[in-house]
């Protein structure tokens, strides 16, 4: 199911392609695990369709909660239907070194938009032996803006301060995030954070910020929860993902509004599972998903960042056609100004020991 190499040249260049008879009607879709939401929506209209349109070979988008999880599970027990996952750096990190994971050689990838070579376009951490990047999305705190008065909160702490800003928090169920966040919280430097989670003191610390809003938390595990608990009513102010809030403040006129202090990025991108059934047609998908262009429509139908360097400056506006998406990127310089990076080798090192912790917390013990 390759393409000829001199297509993917023309693909890379002008991400244009006509292979006519390609893939046959009736040929099986390549099968790629996604987030769901606005997220699957962006990728439909970025990626799959136009691939579909360019190659006549279908794409099936299938959401679900954790693609990680289901790609474990599909490995191990030797029945792999996906052929290629979205997953979060530090997940794509941890399959790899596990051996669940495809090699993806960056030689396939196309060039920047000024030619640049693409391992020097994408920006720190886009690429991995077993990793592509496609976006860069953030955890930050979402409000209702009409529901917190004159006062607004403008800095990480106030999330904790139930004095100043009563009410209900929403809070992800896992470590990853939340305990960075935490520790943030509590006014250590975004620069520190993992070093003091590297300590039994450090995560003392992030546990301890946390027991002071425990009895006012709403968990939630998947990504539409906090953006509903938002507009429910139930909390006052959640953890949520950019991308989340910024449609629903856009597309729904939600009065949501985001506060960027001590947001926490990630970056985000493909993997093929060991034994995918279609690797071939997977890294063609790879190479045509993450040239510049496609990035830079992605980022136009959902608010998270583009991770190259030369797409960034493509992107335009919101498929709304009015809203300059700029101000709302995660990578937008003022966004960045107290912004902490995802520390994927971090958490390839420390996952099971903390998600042991944090789960002990989570029963009371």
């Excluded at 896992?174 to 450090?202: C, H, I, K, N, W």
């Excluded at 045509?288 to 583009?306: D, K, V």
Aim: net charge negative; hydrophobic share 45%; with cysteine.
């Amino acid at each position: 199911m390759n393409l000829p190499r001199r297509c993917l040249f023309a693909l890379s260049a002008a991400l244009v392609l006509s292979v006519p008879g390609w893939a046959a009607a009736d040929e099986r879709p390549l099968t790629v695990l996604t987030w769901g939401g606005d997220f699957t929506r962006a990728q439909q209209v970025a990626y799959a369709t136009p691939f579909t349109e360019a190659t006549g070979y279908p794409v099936r988008l299938v959401d679900v909660d954790s693609p990680t999880a289901l790609i474990k599970a599909q490995v191990a027990s030797g029945n792999v239907t996906a052929d290629l996952a979205s997953v979060g750096q530090a997940d794509a990190d941890r399959l790899c070194a596990e051996g669940l994971a495809e090699p993806i050689d960056p030689a396939i990838l196309a060039p920047g938009a000024d030619g640049t070579p693409a391992a020097q376009d994408f920006l720190p951490g886009g690429l991995d032996d077993c990793f592509v990047a496609t976006d860069v999305y953030s955890t930050v705190i979402g409000y209702d803006a009409t529901r917190v008065g004159a006062h607004r909160p403008d800095k990480l702490a106030d999330f904790f301060d139930l004095d100043a800003f009563p009410g209900r928090r929403g809070v992800l169920k896992e470590p990853r995030f939340t305990l960075e966040m935490a520790l943030m919280g509590d006014g250590v430097p975004p620069d520190r954070v993992y070093a003091e989670l590297s300590t039994p003191q450090g995560l003392d610390r992030a546990f301890a910020r946390l027991d002071s809003i425990r009895d006012q938390i709403v968990w939630w595990e998947a990504g539409a929860q906090p953006v509903q608990l938002l507009a429910d009513g139930e909390v006052a102010m959640t953890m949520a993902y950019n991308g989340r809030l910024f449609a629903a403040r856009f597309d729904e006129g939600r009065p949501f509004a985001i506060l960027w202090d001590g947001q926490v990025y990630e970056i985000e991108g493909w993997m093929i599972p060991r034994g995918a059934p279609d690797v071939s047609a997977a890294l063609e998908f790879v190479a045509f998903s993450t040239a510049p262009r496609p990035l830079a429509r992605a980022a136009e139908q959902l608010s998270y960042g583009p991770p190259r360097v030369s797409a960034q400056a493509l992107v335009g506006r919101y498929k709304d056609g009015v809203t300059e998406l700029a101000p709302h990127l995660p990578t937008a310089p003022e966004n960045l100004r107290s912004a902490l990076a995802v520390d994927a080798g971090f958490w390839t090192d420390h996952d099971a020991e903390l998600t042991e912790r944090f789960t002990t917390w989570l029963a009371g013990d």
